[in-house]
């Protein structure tokens, strides 16, 4: 998309850009939606059609959801191996996300990236990075072309507690900081990378007051109740904006699935998971909406609805082609 | 099916027996990586270790590639011989410069004065579908560098039985292990089986041609091998195993006999280890070339996820018969 | 001494005034790195850019290689084209997961949909007295890479003109300059001279054999060469300078009639440039060839301080002599 | 040296392990050492005898001689390319040091190392790292093997405050703080990393409080007051040895010269550098001494003593012969 184009587009994306209360039944519908998305990819991966590592988000939707909500259409959007999530909320298409999970040449990426690297350029969706940490210095460096061209746009880069180990994390916010780049670092605390629990990992386990002594406003937010980290990123990216800075915002959530199909999950108690269950994003969605007035039906509506869409998505992937073997070098450089 | 009294393994177990036993014969070895511990490892292959060994001698790392590595250079120095686990040689870039400006400089910088007894372990390769990121073959970078030694075993009797020679190497080891061995099965090797890290080894005798490979690939040459048989061709296959120093000789003796040569490996084909073998053969045996040694490798583009452009990249059975037929003068 | 219109300059200034000229042109390209700016370069490159650019677009960073060089991955992609300057090749490993994870890797993980225009510079080389952790030269880690192109320009028109292509290149493309050029004089290249990034160059034409070069060793065989003549050996030089993709075709137009093959590069010998350039003659011209294609290159050995022991490291003219003197078959 | 042997050498080394005051003469000394070591490295420089690079130290020289007087024989050093004073101070021959700058058989490195590259078994000097922060990866590995085998020694690292944005800082001191490593993180904040000031380096310029963001106990001392630096570093060594855990000391330093041989020094005002110099380390000490009854003359008997041990070491170094070149290949491996 051409920067006139965009920038048309974020005129006239006013529901995204613009919100000052949150649309509950909206970001239901998206939880649900990357939910039974994900839960369809488990099928498929168990019948074959789905290959190659597969990191699901289920646990973690209200963080997508609740973020992304905030951004204009010119924004950016920096994911990683676990951006299902990140990227169907984002707007990328579902039929040619599910088609690259099945490697298909109607994939996003025509079936090169997978799973974990989900890229589309007309939602500026940066992927999808396979390596832990590896999307921080390329988030500052769209902060900084944003900065440079005077810009006002917002670059949001999702990473886990585990990556802030990396020293990716601390050059890139440090950077960040000292340039005053648009960046919000959103750091999804699920407790644990891979099998490794946050205190094993981080000498300091307050990741705020962690990221706070690069001098960069950070605080968190309940990660499982979507309304919070609506609100806590409404703030967020607001002052990226207002301020042309980074911020720091840490979602605390938790995975109910093991860290990937490959993964037996011995390292976290029953009790525990079972302790995070019971505050299901969606569960906790459902009860305010229940009480707001919505009926078991209207809920089942939307599930109905959201399956509708996941079918026709999944049908669309299935019924796919191969890319042809002959364009395997396709993509390589741009052949100039 | 027999019922033999050979032991079955897998490579897995065989690379995780291996360090169960130098970790039992000798109390400074240790383990360290990502979840390697509590995880079991990224592969399984340290899996139970924690509770065998502690926590102590089985460390889980932070996500800091380059800061546990050089702690491992660091433990070496000071008296321990650390078994570093980079869970894949994808993240191994991280710690890259721990590697070659520190570990394997180090003894001819200081005028030998220290050296570095660690050993790196880490799994490369492709053929799982993990795409562009995870599924490297940079072996070929280690074995530009001085002051390295590389070992790949190809094989789950390697696998078992190069550790504990590492260990004892005064200097720097990196050991690749393709991801797609961990599954082989075979029988365990007979314990206190020796074997050799200086020196490549004949996997199949022939005359007609000499194939040369290593690590992940090894089978598919087997296999390619098997076939040429089939066909009234006689491969020799030469398992480099040891990619720094490189057993040139082996290789020599086995061309200059055979008169024709392809290399086989998973790297890209630009400046992956079958450049080196072939500028080798050239250099050592090029009176006694019959043919120009061809090389198979992998496609030189970022590893795709879908399955058939993957398996388009990566070197089959049919490219090595292909050009193994080329250089014997079949349908070449 | 002679008076004639043509200006002086430097290679160091070439680069300066091929940097400045791309910032004159094209409001999107900048530069930044460690010390660029108030200091002027580590080499004095990007003296007095600062002052005519100013501090936004000549951008002094913290000692932060992987993050500065993935803040050009991700500013090429945000629609600048930022020319990156990674001091020396002895840090860039520390940036190596961006290089080849992202930037290389960007444009076919996404089916075509991002590329990434960006330039990233640096010094590479021995010869200084700078010991084993500066003197690297891992330009042919870079060329095994698919997704980037990789320049070594060896001479002052090279350093001049290459720099504007490569940041038209919408991928992206590393340039690496040996240390020891920046002080060679020459003529300043002539305003509008185009200098082609795809293509080798024959350098000095002959007739009994090829030497094939590139960069920092391009002056020491172009030297060899003309002592070669004095003997008469007719010697053709090829520049390689484009290191990927490599131009086969021109080294084998070169080796298939003149029958003879030296390659030096400053890289260790095992798995240097020069491997791959002997691996693709075997492969391009075997059956023209009348002697082995031979390599001199860097002793396997991290490159040592002491002046006599580094001088015995590197390639210098009289190994390149003894190499063509055997591949004709004189002294050999 | 074998452990035993460095157990026995700790144990009789007892002006370097227990002293609980200062002794100023023998900091003076020590520090006019170092000055006069490297001044007349400058003009071997000059002469050509000493080539490549050349990192003085010179401004600085009481934070090596403050810090180092605390340690123990058998406790290790970590430096980095602006080495001399540490080797110096460490007890590294002086003889060999110089021999080693003028790349002779006879230096502590055969010739190897050069000024970058000093390293010492026996006084457990390990480096000398041309790479910024390449040493502090080194260094917690060394507390990690003291650590593993049960030995109350202590590692000093010391590292300028440029390599505090290097990913390998955080990395570092992270580890350090989670497995509690016995190392002393010695920063040598002279405020500038080449031509880059700190404030252009890092977001958070107090160093001691962006160290305690690790949870690692981090305080700053007067880098130019040797007395100060002592007594902060006494605190320090003594909290590692007794904890066990890492502890963070800044030493607010400045240089002098210029970053290197090479540099022009266009980045500082001159008013700068010579409001630095009043505070000259050697300038405090002397008044110091001179106030407590010293005379000119006992002075003067100090600076001819190390003159002459200057001498010496660089008539050894003259006299010294060059390593056969048919050793090149000698120790890239054990050959074994
Ligand atoms: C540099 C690097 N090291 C290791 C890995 C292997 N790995 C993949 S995901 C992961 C855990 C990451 O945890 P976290 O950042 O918390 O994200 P989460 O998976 O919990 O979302 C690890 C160790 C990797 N992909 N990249
Ligand atoms: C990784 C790395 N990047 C860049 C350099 C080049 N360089 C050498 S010293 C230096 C400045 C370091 O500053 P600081 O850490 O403050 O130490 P100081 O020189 O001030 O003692 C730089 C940029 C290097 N040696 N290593
Ligand atoms: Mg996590
Ligand atoms: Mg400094």
Redesign the pocket.
């Known amino acids: 998309m051409s920067a006139a184009r965009r920038k048309e587009a974020a005129a006239t994306s006013g529901s995204h850009a613009v919100a000052h209360a949150p649309d509950r039944d909206a970001l239901y519908e998206r939880m649900l939606l990357v939910r039974r998305f994900e839960e369809r990819c488990v099928e498929l991966y168990s019948s074959g059609l789905i290959r190659g590592f597969l ?1 699901l988000y289920i646990g973690e939707e209200a963080v997508a959801v609740g973020v992304l909500d905030h951004l204009r259409e010119d924004d950016a959007v920096v994911a ?3 951006d299902h999530g990140q990227a169907l909320v984002r707007g990328v298409p579902i039929g040619p996300v599910m088609a690259e999970m099945l490697g298909k040449a109607e994939g996003v990426c025509r079936g090169r990236g997978g799973s974990m690297h989900l890229f589309h350029a007309p939602t500026r969706f940066y992927g999808g990075n ?4 590896g999307g921080l210095p390329l988030a500052i460096g769209l902060g900084l072309a944003d900065r440079m061209q005077g810009r006002d746009r917002v670059t949001v880069c999702f ?5 802030m180990a ?1 020293g990716e994390f601390h050059e890139s916010i440090n950077l960040a900081a000292l340039w005053r780049l648009p960046v919000l670092f959103l750091c ?1 605390n ?1 407790l ?3 099998g490794t629990a946050l205190d094993r990992s981080e000498s300091e386990t307050n990741l705020a007051v962690k990221a706070a002594s690069y001098e960069v406003p950070a605080w968190s937010c309940d990660g499982m109740d979507v309304l919070a980290v609506w609100e806590a990123a409404r703030r967020a990216v607001e002052l990226v904006r207002d301020s042309g800075g980074p911020v720091f915002l840490e979602a605390k959530t938790y ?1 109910f699935r093991a ?1 990937s199909m490959y993964d037996a999950d011995r390292y976290r108690e029953k009790a525990e998971i079972e302790h995070w269950r019971e505050r299901d994003p969606l569960l906790l969605l459902r009860t305010t909406l229940l009480a707001d007035g919505a009926t078991e039906k209207d809920l089942e509506a939307v599930d109905a609805r959201v399956t509708a869409v996941i079918d026709e998505a999944v049908a669309y992937a299935e019924a796919g082609t191969d890319e042809p073997v002959d364009e395997l070098l396709t993509f390589v450089t741009s052949g100039r | 099916m027999t019922t033999t009294a050979v032991q079955e393994t897998t490579y897995r177990e065989a690379v995780r027996e291996a360090m169960r036993e130098a970790m039992q014969r000798d109390e400074r070895v240790f383990l360290m990586g ?2 390697v511990g509590r995880y079991g490892g ?1 592969f399984g292959v340290s899996l139970g270790m924690i509770e065998e060994f502690g926590e102590v001698r089985v460390r889980d790392t932070p ?1 800091s ?1 380059s800061a546990f590595v050089g702690a491992g250079i660091g433990a070496a120095l000071g008296g321990m011989r650390p078994i570093v686990e980079v ?1 894949t040689v994808n ?1 191994v870039m ?1 710690a890259m410069d721990q590697i070659v400006n520190t570990a394997a400089a180090l003894r001819h910088m200081t005028g030998g004065q220290f050296s570095v007894p660690l050993v790196i372990r880490m799994t490369t390769g492709g053929g799982r579908q993990l795409a562009a990121q995870h599924s490297h073959s940079l072996e070929n970078w280690f074995a530009h560098v001085p002051g390295l030694r590389v070992l790949a075993p190809g094989t789950i009797e390697d696998a078992r039985c190069m550790l504990w020679p590492a260990l004892l190497d005064p200097d720097p080891v990196v050991i690749v292990e393709h991801g797609s061995l961990y599954n082989a099965k075979g029988p365990a090797p007979t314990p206190g089986t020796e074997v050799d890290i200086d020196r490549a080894v004949v996997r199949r005798p022939g005359d007609d041609l000499t194939l040369v490979t290593y690590g992940g690939s090894l089978g598919l040459v087997l296999d390619a091998a098997e076939r040429l048989a089939v066909e009234g061709i006689s491969a020799e296959v030469i398992d480099l195993r040891v990619l720094r120093p490189l057993d040139s000789a082996a290789v020599a003796e086995s061309v200059c006999r055979t008169h024709r040569a392809v290399v086989v490996d998973e790297g890209w084909r630009t400046l992956g280890m079958s450049a080196e073998v072939s500028a080798r053969i050239m250099e050592d045996c090029f009176y006694d070339l019959d043919a120009p040694v061809d090389r198979v490798c992998t496609q030189e583009v970022p590893i795709p996820y879908a399955k058939h452009l993957e398996e388009a990249a990566l070197p089959s059975v049919e490219r090595v018969l292909t050009a193994a037929r080329g250089a014997v003068g079949r349908d070449g």
């Open positions: 990191h990683t191996y676990r396979g390596i832990v940490g990473f886990g507690e585990g990556a990396e999804e699920n644990y990378a891979m995975r860290h | 990502e979840d990224g996500l590639e869970m993240f991280l």
